[in-house]
Nanobody
Framework: QVQLVESGGGLAQAGGSLRLSCAASGLTFVIYAMAWFRQAPGKEREFVARIRWSGGIPMYADSVKGRFTITADNAENTVYLQMNSLKPEDTAVYYC????????????WGQGTQVTVSS
């Protein structure tokens, strides 16, 4: 099993910044990639960003490209999401997820952290 714990959410003004963290523990050797998703009220969960544990070019949703940066610290088993130039439409619960080597699906999810951006 892999446990994921997010932190760093909160309230920010439009144009501001927040950094989310996701600490992985347990059987972290099964992780192939880590990703961030978000879910706004009344909307479906959507992909935000992804990074492979071994490195490589991160992937981003078009809506956050150029504003958000995903990074991974393998030594600390932690993935970060730096969010700059925040917009009210970024308001959502943000979840981190782990994609496993064996299934290449997101088998593990964190509990989520709320991000609220005021205009």
């Amino acid at each position: 099993q892999v446990q994921l714990v997010e932190s760093g959410g909160g309230l920010a003004q439009a144009g501001g910044s927040l950094r989310l963290s996701c600490a992985a523990s347990g059987l972290t050797f099964v992780i192939y990639a880590m990703a961030w998703f978000r879910q706004a009220p009344g909307k479906e969960r959507e992909f935000v960003a992804r990074i492979r544990w071994s490195g490589g070019i991160p992937m981003y949703a078009d809506s956050v490209k150029g504003r958000f940066t995903i990074t991974a610290d393998n030594a600390e088993n932690t993935v970060y999401l730096q969010m700059n130039s925040l917009k009210p439409e970024d308001t959502a619960v943000y979840y981190c997820a782990a994609q496993t080597i064996s299934t290449r699906t997101y088998d593990y999810w964190g509990q989520g952290t709320q991000v609220t951006v005021s205009s």
